[in-house]
């Protein structure tokens, strides 16, 4: 079959690149994709929300399963537009991608659905959220936009100074736009974070092994709040044993009150939670693969991905055997452009590709890349996923840095501590 990819960035480089790989795959298209889907697939120059022109590839390529990545056009409706014209899409509705495109619904949600989370708050205005934080106990908050705001519209909050000025920022001087026209105010837990994917076809729910991000931008989860720096899988802070508890407390729960509301969810549902001394709480749901943790996934999973998907379009996922794993570790680190997550340059020729290349059980995800007058520049914030294996996370981490060491252009950074914290448990079979 042809399958299209929609999306440009290193998640879609990533699920490109795997579903390639697939025997019952004869081309993978990618719309607009970078320089890297360019090498492992064929891009289509059309905008991942340019839905009419989108219809138009999969008519013309005979494209047969349509994956979408990002959040943006899911939360505009692409997969109903899909629909709509009887073609197969993997993802959510529009209805349904509220869980992500509205924090004030999901936080809703989860209440109504008994799923552990941090106490909240909604606000319409920043006069009310300010008179709520001036009258409360003055403790440390987080304070969200309500809409899209590419992964940076959350700010972590010591005090009542700091969540003033973030209600100021995001509510007043509107710098995530219209994703600030509601705030959620909620309680800042305390443990450690990670992420857990599944897979549900609205009945049926497949958990993907867990991973762990790194949002902060800088070494020892500092700084200003980005898309992502880096993701390693498996996560050891969540095992077996928590996993199942997650899939029974949060993930069945969830789903069986979306079907019960008329918003039946299909796709991938991303909870990213926080492991307290209390037990694993919902920070936020993602309605995608994760960017970067889709990355060290996709390294891992040795099961058929076109398979799962297909049979989660199909609504037919209980007759997918138990998924395969690598049982190696895999580590990706996020190479960004001097600036990011605030304003940087673009156009800077990137060095070292093909040397990272040659280094084994290593795949350089590109996500903000082109090409321009015969070379590989940059194009974005994160520039790079460089992702490698490794028999346990040290070893993955070591290889993904020697890969990192290869590559070079002006400006060019990365966070040097990336899954350290699995390090930091030297009694968990491999962490070390």
């Keep these: 079959m042809n399958?299209?990819?929609?999306?440009?960035?290193g998640r879609e480089h990533a699920l490109a690149w795997r579903i390639a790989q697939s025997p019952r795959v004869e081309r993978v298209l990618v719309a607009p994709g970078n320089a890297g889907t360019a090498e492992d697939a064929e891009n289509v120059g059309v905008s991942a929300t340019d839905f009419p022109g989108l219809v138009r590839v999969v008519r013309q390529n005979d494209v047969e399963l349509t994956v979408v990545g990002p959040e943006a056009p899911l939360a505009a409706g692409i997969v109903d537009a899909f629909h709509a014209e009887n073609l197969r899409v993997f993802g959510p509705t529009k209805l349904a991608a509220e869980l992500e495109a509205s924090k004030v619904f999901c936080k809703t949600l989860l209440r109504k659905a008994n799923v552990p989370t941090a106490e909240f708050r909604t606000f319409d205005s920043a006069e009310e959220a300010s008179r709520y934080l001036q009258d409360r106990e003055d403790m440390p908050v987080v304070v969200k936009a309500d809409g899209l705001a590419a992964g940076k519209g959350v700010m972590v909050c010591d005090d009542r100074h700091q969540a003033l000025d973030a209600v100021r920022r995001i509510a007043q001087e509107r710098q995530f736009g219209?994703?600030?026209?509601?705030?959620?105010?909620?309680?800042?837990?305390?443990?450690?974070?990670?992420?857990?994917?599944?897979?549900?076809?609205?009945?049926?729910?497949?958990?993907?092994?867990?991973?762990?991000?790194h949002k902060p931008a800088y070494d020892g989860d500092r700084g200003p709040n980005t898309g992502g720096m880096g993701a390693y899988s498996p996560a050891p802070v969540v095992d077996d044993a928590m996993l199942h508890w997650i899939e029974e407390h949060i993930f069945v729960p969830t789903v069986h009150t979306m079907n019960r509301i008329g918003r039946p969810f299909r796709g991938v549902l991303y909870a990213g939670l926080m492991i307290t001394g209390q037990g694993p709480k919902v920070l936020e749901f993602n309605v995608r693969f994760g960017d970067p943790e889709c990355q060290p996934l996709v390294m891992r999973l040795q099961t058929d991905l076109v398979e799962l998907l297909d049979l989660a379009v199909e609504g037919r996922l209980n007759e997918i055997d138990e998924l395969e794993w690598d049982p190696r570790a895999a580590v990706c680190v996020v190479m960004a452009s001097e600036g990011y997550p605030g304003q940087y340059s673009k156009g800077h020729p990137i060095r070292g590709l093909d040397e990272a290349a040659q280094l084994p059980d290593v795949k350089v995800f590109h996500a903000g890349t082109k090409r321009a007058d015969g070379q590989v520049v940059?194009?974005?914030?994160?520039?790079?996923?460089?992702?490698?294996?490794?028999?346990?996370?040290?070893?993955?981490?070591?290889?993904?840095?020697?890969?990192?060491?290869?590559?070079?252009?002006?400006?060019?950074?990365?966070?040097?501590?990336?899954?350290?914290?699995?390090?930091?448990r030297p009694q968990v079979p491999g962490s070390s």
Excluded at 3 to 9: K, N, Q, S, T, Y
Excluded at 385 to 407: F, M
């Design 3 to 9: 399958v299209l990819v929609i999306g440009g960035g």
């Design 178 to 213: 219209a994703a600030g026209d509601r705030l959620v105010i909620e309680e800042r837990l305390h443990g450690e974070e990670a992420s857990v994917l599944a897979i549900t076809d609205g009945r049926t729910i497949v958990t993907l092994q867990p991973a762990q991000d």
């Design 378 to 424: 940059t194009a974005g914030g994160r520039v790079l996923g460089v992702t490698a294996l490794g028999e346990n996370i040290a070893q993955a981490k070591r290889n993904a840095y020697s890969a990192v060491r290869c590559i070079r252009w002006r400006g060019a950074w990365c966070r040097k501590d990336i899954s350290d914290k699995a390090l930091q």
